[in-house]
């Protein structure tokens, strides 16, 4: 009776799943795209309110952006007639929460260039979206940035690496889960779209020319590839031991929405990585984010003699 029952229902089509219709697909398509549309269309919005509001008390073209992150606020005191802004006064910028980061944006000479710091970011880890997280570089862009320096603090898990290094990323392994939209809808003029030929976000002249500076100025920079993790906790020991397999050398839980976003955009990317806490897949070990801060804020002096130097390097190429 079952067999007979199951028959007649195959026979009659029903019980099966019917495959959308050519109008049904091309309705639900022309839906995303709408929605793609709006929601591209809005950002674009904020990008351009942001600017405007930064404009108006920095009325200058930006040449360089700075993201300066954990416990790295203090290369911000070194840029000459500083506009501070804090983000709370910049629309739709997000607020930061996490330990040493200060939350504001600091505009002026550095280098013997016109540049907007962010005195701290946010994450993803905070709750905020990846158009949260990434719109302070798309307005960068917008104020003229051609080169973005990114900083943050790492755990390193290279055995040949110290607390205190600092590390130029020449590549990155994202374990994020999230994919970074190429900002087609605001862009304008500012990509040419040579993003999706290249292998890596990161701008090689710029990585020689940092860790020029590092050997110039008598201090090891190193040079590898950082791991990006979800965060707020810190990695498990199987986490450390499965991303050494990969390839990695240091740690952290930011950096690469915003080196994706502006390589999309056209910037030149350089982004180094302060080794915080030296990260032993074989020892239980309690990071304290206190002696994280603390580690960042240690090398400062070398990371900001790097970014410095870059800036200065560019100042005399203009001039040539």
Same mark, same amino acid.
């Given at each position: 009776?079952?067999?007979?029952?199951?028959?007649?229902?195959?026979?009659?089509?029903?019980?099966?799943?019917?495959?959308?219709?050519?109008?049904?697909?091309?309705?639900?398509?022309?839906?995303?795209?709408?929605?793609?549309?709006?929601?591209?269309?809005?950002?674009?919005d904020r990008v351009r309110a942001a600017a405007e509001a930064i404009r108006r008390r920095f009325p200058h073209q930006v040449?360089?952006?700075?993201?300066?992150?954990?416990?790295?606020?203090?290369?911000?005191?070194?840029?000459?007639?500083?506009?501070?802004?804090?983000?709370?006064?910049?629309?739709?910028?997000?607020?930061?929460?996490?330990?040493?980061?200060?939350?504001?944006?600091?505009?002026?000479?550095?280098?013997?260039?016109?540049?907007?710091?962010m005195e701290g970011r946010v994450h993803l880890y905070e709750g905020y979206t990846l158009e949260e997280v990434t719109l302070? %570089?798309?307005?960068? *862009?917008? /104020? +003229?940035?051609?080169? @973005?320096?990114? =900083?943050?603090?790492?755990?390193?898990?290279? !055995?040949?690496?110290?607390?205190?290094?600092?590390?130029?990323?020449?590549?990155?392994?994202?374990?994020?889960?999230?994919?970074?939209?190429?900002?087609?809808?605001?862009?304008?003029?500012?990509?040419?779209?040579?993003y999706g030929r290249r292998c890596s976000p990161y701008d090689r002249r710029l990585i020689e020319q940092a860790l020029a500076?590092?050997?110039?100025?008598?201090?090891?920079?190193?040079?590898?590839?950082?791991?990006?993790?979800?965060?707020?906790?810190?990695?498990?020991?199987?986490?450390?031991?499965?991303?050494?397999?990969?390839?990695?050398?240091?740690?952290?839980?930011?950096?690469?929405?915003? %080196?994706?976003?502006? *390589?999309? /955009? +056209?910037?030149?990317? @350089?982004?180094? =990585?302060?080794?915080?806490?030296?990260?032993? !897949?074989?020892?239980?070990?309690?990071?304290?984010?206190?002696?994280?801060?603390?580690?960042?804020?240690?090398?400062?002096?070398?990371?900001?003699?790097?970014?410095?130097?870059?800036?200065?390097?560019?100042?005399?190429?203009?001039?040539?």
């Amino acid at each position: 009776m079952l067999i007979r029952s199951a028959a007649i229902s195959a026979a009659s089509g029903k019980g099966q799943p019917h495959a959308p219709d050519a109008e049904t697909r091309e309705a639900a398509a022309a839906q995303q795209r709408l929605h793609q549309q709006t929601r591209l269309g809005l950002t674009c919005d904020r990008v351009r309110a942001a600017a405007e509001a930064i404009r108006r008390r920095f009325p200058h073209q930006v040449k360089a952006a700075l993201i300066l992150g954990t416990g790295m606020g203090r290369v911000a005191q070194r840029i000459e007639s500083p506009v501070v802004i804090p983000y709370g006064e910049i629309p739709y910028f997000a607020r930061s929460t996490a330990l040493g980061h200060k939350g504001q944006l600091v505009c002026g000479q550095l280098g013997g260039q016109p540049v907007a710091a962010m005195e701290g970011r946010v994450h993803l880890y905070e709750g905020y979206t990846l158009e949260e997280v990434t719109l302070p %570089v798309r307005v960068m *862009a917008l /104020l +003229g940035a051609e080169i @973005l320096t990114v =900083s943050n603090a790492s755990g390193g898990m290279n !055995p040949q690496f110290a607390s205190g290094d600092i590390m130029v990323i020449d590549d990155h392994i994202s374990m994020l889960g999230v994919r970074c939209q190429p900002p087609e809808a605001c862009r304008g003029d500012l990509s040419d779209g040579l993003y999706g030929r290249r292998c890596s976000p990161y701008d090689r002249r710029l990585i020689e020319q940092a860790l020029a500076v590092a050997r110039r100025e008598n201090f090891t920079a190193q040079r590898g590839v950082y791991a990006a993790m979800s965060g707020p906790n810190y990695e498990t020991r199987a986490e450390y031991r499965f991303l050494l397999r990969l390839g990695a050398d240091v740690v952290g839980m930011s950096t690469v929405p915003e %080196v994706m976003i502006a *390589a999309q /955009l +056209g910037l030149r990317v @350089l982004a180094l =990585s302060t080794v915080t806490n030296v990260a032993t !897949p074989d020892i239980q070990q309690v990071v304290d984010p206190q002696e994280v801060i603390a580690a960042a804020e240690a090398a400062e002096p070398h990371l900001r003699k790097i970014i410095v130097g870059i800036l200065e390097q560019a100042s005399r190429t203009e001039d040539c």
